[in-house]
């Protein structure tokens, strides 16, 4: 059974300050994704990650992939209020099948003036 | 603006009721999907549908029940629930079942309340 574990579940920061949520997974997948969720809203999608060392940036954003060590992070670099949100990881279940995501637990993200 | 759209926003039903919850994309999406968030979690998967057949039901209750008419329309029918299926609901579409690149598009969600 696919197991998703992010860390932290919470975090609170600074403004102008960098850290790093991270997304472990138990078995093999070579697609993993990044989404956004606001309070009371739907999800946006941050990132699509598939293969191994894949690297994207949007904003103060940063996602990386690392198959072997079945690791993701998620960077955020000088955060800013608008940042705030709860943000999950999702890894497909199944390889041969697409979109069948299992959800990490989600971290609450929030950034303080 | 989501691409995906859901009806009605907020629903409160009895346990005796029968209503039923509706999802629309107009992307030319051929897979839709059901997952259910209950406050402070993550979405769980419900159902998937695939050009219109039901691909993955995850052991979801019967009081549950999906239809897909068309490529474009996803119902959730609910009937007899309890109060601890409520959550929110929400449909998510991509292009295919197998599709490599795209993520889930995600409706807004139906907030169901069941007392």
């Known amino acids: 059974e696919l197991k998703v574990e992010q860390n932290p579940l919470f975090l609170s920061m600074q403004e102008g300050k960098n850290y790093t949520i991270y997304c472990n997974y138990s078995?093999?997948?070579?697609?993993l994704y990044w989404y956004r969720q606001d309070p009371g809203k739907s999800l946006e999608s941050l990132f699509v990650?598939?293969?191994?060392?894949a690297v994207k940036q949007e904003g103060r954003l940063m996602a990386s992939l690392d198959t072997k060590a079945r690791l993701s992070t998620l960077h955020i670099t000088a955060a800013v209020h608008d940042l705030s949100a709860t943000y999950f990881c999702?890894?497909?279940?199944?390889?041969?099948?697409?979109?069948?995501?299992?959800f990490g637990a989600g971290t609450i993200l929030r950034v303080k003036s | 603006d989501t691409e995906v759209t859901q009806t009605p926003k907020h629903l409160v039903m009895g346990m005796t009721n029968k209503k039923s919850l509706k999802c629309e994309q107009h992307?030319?999406?051929?897979?839709m999907y059901w997952y259910k968030q209950k406050a402070k979690k993550p979405p769980e998967l419900m159902f998937v549908?695939?050009?219109?057949?039901?691909?993955i039901n995850e052991s979801v209750p019967s009081r549950f029940s999906p239809e897909c008419p068309n490529s474009s329309l996803l119902n959730l029918h609910l009937h007899a629930l309890q109060p601890e299926d409520s959550a929110l609901y929400l449909c998510?579409?991509?292009?295919?079942?197998?599709?490599?690149?795209?993520?889930?598009?995600f409706g807004n969600g139906t907030r169901l309340t069941v007392t």
């Open positions: 990650l598939l293969s191994n060392g």
């Open positions: 999702a890894v497909d279940r199944v390889k041969e099948y697409g979109n069948k995501l299992v």
């Open positions: 998510a579409s991509s292009p295919k079942e197998y599709t490599r690149n795209s993520p889930l598009h």
């Open positions: 992307m030319g999406h051929r897979a």
């Open positions: 549908y695939s050009y219109e057949k039901l691909s």
């Open positions: 078995t093999t997948s070579d697609r």
